[in-house]
């Protein structure tokens, strides 16, 4: 064979090889260098952006968390063994309640005394159901405590009073000198107990009223004035944002609240932001038989959070460049179509590696902005949306949105390591997303753990970390990952997507090198 024939038969070869891999990603992994700043650390993650939401929606509260005392399913005063026992090995820090949109309908005097006395309520929001308010202010205050959770109450603004807000905060957090004192411990509760998280209604644009920026800056303030603290308690007050782009509603609150200097400063401790990942809401798909394509843009849209926290918060910079205001994205999560047969109102979805995914996505966005995103709820807490815990009677199971949860604890009131990554992207028909994202954090006994996410279903990605500011010797880790994108957990196949040991990170000179597995969450502790 002559030399130009041993060319061309290397020139074909190689080409081949070259159209092979282009074709099929999936042979070659992506590359990425990651700087983490472990001398500039300043700001807390605080815990509560890891916090959860339960409405009176569907499964969620009847069936997912109460019970009632009487139920053979094993329980402790009505409320669920298996569930809160879940809930405490992810700390949970704070549970969002009753709603949504339902708290704008619900009078919590209906909700207390004897529980065969409660008048009945009709769930005007989620599926016209009749519900008999056995799940009230005490039952959730308990669920709060076996849990380990701090309260987080949405008042009704929309078809409620200023005094029956008022009323309610006495009920809870005042010790004596007024009826409602007295009335909570003539329903069995001696001491008042403590409420922080306090919000002023819920999407007041909308459901909690259809109110302009204008009307409810007025409400807010006039609410707000009129909620006291009792005692040591002390109450952060959060005022309800509009639609998620709207940086004009987020304007008008904060300026209102700057103009009121003396009166309503102070009164407002957090600002509320509500973002569901939906690219089409008549059309919203599947929770787990999709596409790469839909797979594509449901993370595309999950990483719009990031945008949405950088531009509403540059609006609160201008009122309060010191950031004393928190934001508070009380609601966030993926919204598909319901499983088949369920009822529509009722918003039970299954969940999948897609979840866990953006999950990571929205933990680690928030977890960077740590300086201003103060709490974070996702929706919701059992059978409903992006559910870290589905039930079906007796049986309760895990999602792939609860091992993220679990696996990032460690990030909880940590010291944000700020991290930078470069490298290739994750492209799909012409379009393009970030191959990876992270956040980095330093824990009170002085390890390091970075949460890495790698986007692209279909390559490895190989990520090579600098330090500054550090050199751990040792390097350990877990991983969530499966070989389908679509897989998930169900009641007969519970544990199909389940945190494994992860081996395939090294220490390197001041820092690490790690190969992520396509379409996994990765969180290392280094030490
Ligand atoms: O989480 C479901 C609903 O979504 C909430 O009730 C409402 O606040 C939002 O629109």
């Not at 969002?96 to 004897?114: E, L, M, S």
């Not at 769930?123 to 009749?130: K, L, M, P, Q, Y």
Request: neutral net charge.
């Amino acid at each position: 064979m002559n030399s130009h024939v041993l060319r061309c038969i290397a020139v074909f070869f190689l080409t081949a090889g070259l159209l092979i891999a282009a074709e099929d990603p999936g042979k070659t992994a992506s590359s990425h260098t990651l700087t983490i700043h472990a001398d500039r650390g300043t700001h807390t993650i605080s815990r509560h952006i890891y916090g959860h939401f339960a409405e009176h929606l569907g499964g969620c509260i009847y069936g997912g968390v109460w019970v009632g005392p009487e139920s053979s399913i094993p329980n402790t005063r009505g409320i669920r063994n298996d569930v809160t026992a879940a809930l405490r090995k992810i700390k949970v820090p704070n549970i969002r309640w009753p709603g949504g949109c339902f708290a704008d309908d619900y009078h919590w005097k209906d909700g207390i005394g004897p529980r065969e006395q409660r008048p009945p309520l009709i769930n005007t929001s989620w599926g016209v159901v009749v519900e008999n308010n056995h799940f009230g202010t005490h039952e959730f205050m308990d669920f709060c405590e076996q849990v380990g959770a701090e309260p987080f109450i949405c008042g009704n603004i929309g078809s409620g009073t200023v005094k029956e807000m008022a009323e309610w905060v006495q009920y809870l957090t005042s010790d004596h000198g007024n009826a409602m004192a007295e009335l909570r411990k003539k329903n069995g509760r001696e001491k008042p107990w403590k409420v922080k998280y306090w919000a002023i209604g819920n999407e007041t644009w909308g459901c909690g009223g259809i109110m302009s920026a204008d009307h409810y800056a007025n409400e807010f303030a006039r609410y707000s004035f009129f909620l006291k603290n009792y005692g040591d308690n002390s109450l952060y007050k959060i005022a309800s944002g509009g639609l998620p782009q709207d940086y004009v509603w987020t304007e008008t609150i904060m300026e209102k609240w700057s103009r009121t200097d003396g009166w309503l400063q102070g009164f407002l401790g957090g600002f509320s932001l509500h973002f569901y990942a939906v690219t089409d809401w008549g059309k919203k798909g599947s929770a787990t038989k999709f596409t790469e394509n839909e797979w594509f843009t449901g993370i595309s849209k999950a990483l719009e959070m990031d945008q949405l926290v950088v531009r509403h918060s540059a609006v609160m910079d201008k009122y309060d460049p010191q950031k004393k205001i928190g934001l508070i994205v009380d609601e966030w999560g993926n919204w598909y179509d319901v499983e088949p047969g369920t009822n529509s109102a009722f918003l039970y979805q299954q969940n999948s590696l897609r979840d866990a995914v953006t999950t990571a996505i929205n933990l680690n966005i928030f977890n960077n902005r740590a300086e201003r995103v103060k709490v974070a709820n996702i929706a919701q807490l059992v059978n409903v949306l992006q559910a870290p815990i589905l039930t079906d009677t007796e049986k309760m199971i895990l999602t792939p949105t609860y091992h993220v949860f679990e696996m990032y604890t460690v990030h909880h009131d940590a010291t944000l390591l700020p991290a930078e990554i470069k490298g290739e992207e994750y492209s799909f028909g012409g379009r393009k997303l970030p191959g990876v994202t992270v956040s980095a954090s330093r824990d009170q006994a002085g390890a390091i753990h970075v949460s890495l996410c790698n986007l692209d279903p279909n390559r490895p990605a190989t990520v090579s970390a600098q330090f500054r500011g550090a050199s751990p010797k040792t390097v350990s880790g877990r991983v969530l990952t499966a070989s389908e994108m679509t897989a998930h957990n169900t009641f007969a196949n519970p544990n199909a997507v389940t945190p494994q040991r992860f081996t395939d990170a090294r220490i390197a000179k001041d820092g690490f090198s790690v190969t992520l597995p396509p379409k996994s969450v990765v969180v290392l502790q280094l030490k």
